[in-house]
């Protein structure tokens, strides 16, 4: 799903076009992969470099180095994308490398890094190292410690990967603008010792919003409190790929917030701590145990537990605004009163429109409603019951006996042993 | 306070009248006890079982259980309720066993149970344990871990409590609606042995958020943000119960947030800790001193400390909005501007509406405003010196050194002595 | 700065005016000093009392006492203010002695003190002292532990400084009124050993937000989400004043928040922990690593860390449009879409308004649009490379090598050493 293309024929393209690059310059620059799918890559192990253990980036991919004279050389480009949100839904965004958001960097604490970044937006950017330590002229904030980047030209940042830990990368330039665009990414630093703190499955993703309305492609983006599209890693369920792992794995996932808001994520069947944060690891004697952690914006934070219980856990955020697709909030209240004036609202927008009486909203999770384009269902999914009637920020942790270590394949629905199961009364 | 209906008045009643449930079956469904009032009901001692010291849920109740087979057996009963949110307004809503929130469900750590759950809702519905750690099957997950529950129909949830704590209990089928409307209620699994973490008060709440424009008496279900009516346990102050507790006792709150944004619970006079989640108990080591806790949606906390100061101490949400009731957010403002044309547009609203110049909005505290049939005050509330001012989100914990351990009774508002109270520069 | 008036020339007046005070309790009240300025005051050393050192209040000052038989006297005059809100806007706030915020109060733990406070606005009031450990009669309830402070009256309120810390103190009558119009303070309580969690430098701010039409002065009070200033003590980026450190120094920031939600503010090239609450010290065993910590409303937080990196750091609010002035939200998304409609609305609002096409919005940063009077740029501010592009809750960090001790000088931008500056890669 991942193709590369080398700086002739795209990055250099674009180069050239700014006429403002000399053919050595353009030796340097390494070439710049770009993803064409929302797919999830579980990583190749490192083909360099010290030996880590990869992390999963839910609908996402880990970007490729070149090592130079003991470098990792990096080429992020920032561009205009189209992003499927879940199939029947794609938003025109603004992101890294043919995705929003742009693929994870993941290096080794010590790493010396050199990451190029190609502007290719209407716009300048900058790029922003969130929580990295690192000297004043490698922060990436436009105006205080470096002119920003101007369409069609290339800059270099050069740091070291001073601490292992999450963190993000995202504009500091015009950045209410470009963050509600999508542009954002991950970095992974893991530690030295690949032992320190191993898991048997890392997953990670960042928490973000668009607000499109119904019909259209391209997010508003002064939207404040008003977003009507939650994501992760710019996926909408059942768009969001599932998690899955074997019985008894440790398990850690790392959890960004690039929206406007906080978001309380919970784990079913399972209790976790907070072991991690992208200031540093969280000591053991301060941890927490939660089903629920209340991310602020702006905030990683790596959960770890074990898998110990064997199921279809659903994973979400609590807030049920944020688990709902567009659409959710103009639908006046039908529950007992007269409806008429409120489907006359709802069929200028959807013609064909029913009447659902006074029976609540759930058989909306099972109607198919005629939809305006390129407009997901408010309530959707499908379970081995029925309707999950759920959307945005949704998925399943899966945790099977006989998942093989390292498999990353969807293992299908749980089928419970005999007597596990809620049951109807008169059986 | 609370009545026992048999099956065959009401439960039965419903699952007759859906015309599925064996004569066999219903002679296996416990008694379904409902609420006929919104007023706090401090719990009996256990009647058998492990011994534990039951927990006061602010305006609400504890549901008894039949014990079978060494097995305790609950019976909840979804349906439409009337629930009193303050005296002058009544919210129509869904809830269980004839209030919103549902009964507190109380056992012991280890204790086996069986939950009925008759669903006389006009739409499907499932419980989801929040927290609880169990098998996949008893999620209640509708689609992902059973069918949804239909109208008429009962079904049976059988788990072990396995760990002592606080815990919640929810809708997860069209959960943004059915939360909306008020289903939810609090689950407390007390530790085997009661000299553990003992306390000498137990108060438990959830907070809960409606959207009822005035003069109306059903939520809008489909608010995001715009709340106008934030109550603890589906009621609004002047209509929260305070808390009572005698000079020195130690105190636990358990405080459950199902709103859909952050509520930071402030206590006046006394400091405490975050002692345990909905994850588990908080070690000492991880315990910071607090006099505001800020719960993320979906979250539990448990808050202790000793009652050390005599009075009357304000406990409230801290966002000031959240302790108004509703009418709050139309009002504009009429300081050092021509208030004239505000004072049309409320006068649109409420007709005997005064233009109060432009001196701020207290007298609105002490006014007798005429109101929409059905509509709290937006201030309102007198204590010992006055009106208080208040809505929502806000109540009192009264702290006297002659309450009588164990007594509930209201001791009235407290006589600081001479010396100790604020005064006019004259005197 | 800071001017001092007797009781004579002002606060006597007031009282005189209202006609309530003997000539015998006037000579009771102490001086009450105001602020005419928004600038930094670093205050000075104690003159008397127990040593202390004392914080420096972001854009704002100290109160002066006047020690009688060992109480510390403060005078409060709660009046209508002008603030500057930064260079091109000022507000029409009600605040204490002439600012908003007040002037934060600083004494020593066991110190005795006794508050007046001078009523000139045109209502009620009382003082809260949130988070201090009182006899219930100085908890500053209006209602419920005193009889609210009418216009005219001056009251005292005389209690012991019990516990080190950081609080705030604000009004507990008609609070969402007063708070929204930028009523309240600071406490610090600095410990009996001055050597007793020493720091360097001590920083001091509250955030608030107001809701302010562009064109006008005087803020909206009802507003419950859609604030459009964000401010630390009532000032607004480029008006907020920086934080100046030498090279190793430990740094304490004292971070109150009196918003109506939670702002996570993020620290560049840093990261630290926070030492303690309103409610006490956090134990070393308790605290976790960051570089964003989320503030719920309500909260006080004590961020500790050592300046190990020179250089200009960003310090803000991390969500987006808490970072830019007014204007924010109505602003249509113009990217490739059509925006000849957008383009009107906004010439409605701004005559000149030039359609920028679809090339995003940095262009705004740099541009000089007509504004409405009384009303800054969305994104302003110029760092030593150009536009910085925001607004609202946004200072920067100084660190310098050669930074005096004690020397709170804005030592201008910062010019890193040779090869640790992003470049252009044709270079």
Redesign the interface.
Known sequence: MVSRRGFLSSAAGALIGAG???RA?LA??PEAPLAESPATEPPPAPPNGRPYQPVVTLNGWSLPWRLKDNVKEFHLIAE?VEREIAPGMTA?LWGYNGQSPGPTIECVEGDRVRI?VTNK?????TV?W??M????????????????IQPG??????FEMSRAGSYMYHP??????????GMMGLIVVHPQDPAQRAVDRDFAFIMNAYDVEPGSY?????????FNTWTWNSRAFPGISPLIARLGDRIRIRIGNLT???H?I?L?????E?TG???????E??????????L????MRDIEFVAD??????FHC????H??NAM??????Y???DFEEAAQKLRRLIPQYMVMG????????AMQMQLPENTLPM?T?????????MGGMFT?FKVREDQARGDYDDPGW?T?PPG???????T
Not at 277 to 283: C, L
Not at 285 to 294: G, N, Q
Not at 318 to 321: D, E, G, I, M, S
């Open positions: 403002a690059v000399s310059a340097q620059i205009a025109h190029f937006l209407p716009e300048y950017t922003h969130h929580g330590r690192l000297p004043h002229g490698m922060d990436g904030v436009a105006g205080l410690t470096q002119p920003p030209e290339t800059w270099v940042y050069e500091h330039a015009d950045e209410m603008l470009q963050m509600a665009m391209t997010p508003r983006v002064n939207t404040m409190t008003d406007m808001t906080n309380p919970h079913h069947g399972h209790s976790f907070v944060t992208d200031g540093g690891w969280v000591p004697s301060a941890r927490w145990p939660e089903v629920t952690i209340d602020g914006v702006g905030q219980a064997p199921g279809d856990w659903a609590h807030k049920t605004h688990t709902m959710g909030h103009e639908v006046p209240t529950i007992g009163v006074d029976r609540g909203g759930a058989h909306m999770a309530m999914g499908r379970g081995p019951y029925g309707p999950i009637g399943v749980y419970p596990t199961m809620a049951y109807r009364s008169e």
